[in-house]
């Protein structure tokens, strides 16, 4: 292999490495239940319903920067390099959105040892899209 295809597939893995990770490629990081022991079903279940939203608006916020940084490499590597430097203003949530759904797994293993009464999901927020602009006939 010369030198500038192992160059350019070398900074290739490095460019993907920095990509912001799906969201659903994103596993829960332990969090103990122990945390949640001394609280009462009421509180376990509110806290549940608040960390289902948490857990859905930064999964969200994830994906988005998952694709705006696969949008930005493509460019990138296809048609302008000089975009490749717009992936260092996307921010990785990997960490917050594993934490997250850690505290919603010990809620939820909370709830079942204190044999709490377990709310169904919340429903998940709809993901926002543009609408197409209106076209006018004149």
Partial sequence: ??????????AGAVLL?????????????YVSPNTYRAW????LQEERIRLDGE???VANLQRENANADAALLTVGLII???????????TDRREELGRLRGEHDAVQTALREQNCAV???SP???VETAAP??????
């Fill in 80 to 90: 302008f390099w000089p975009a490749l430097i717009g992936m260092a203003a996307t």
């Fill in 17 to 29: 490495s920095a990509c912001a990770t799906r969201p659903e490629n994103i596993a829960a990081r």
């Fill in 55 to 57: 857990v859905a608006r």
């Fill in 1 to 10: 292999m010369n030198r500038p295809t192992l160059s350019l597939i070398l």
């Fill in 133 to 138: 602009p209106a076209v006018s006939n004149p």
């Fill in 40 to 43: 009462n079903c009421a509180q």
């Fill in 119 to 121: 709310p169904p999901p």
């Fill in 124 to 126: 998940a927020p709809p």
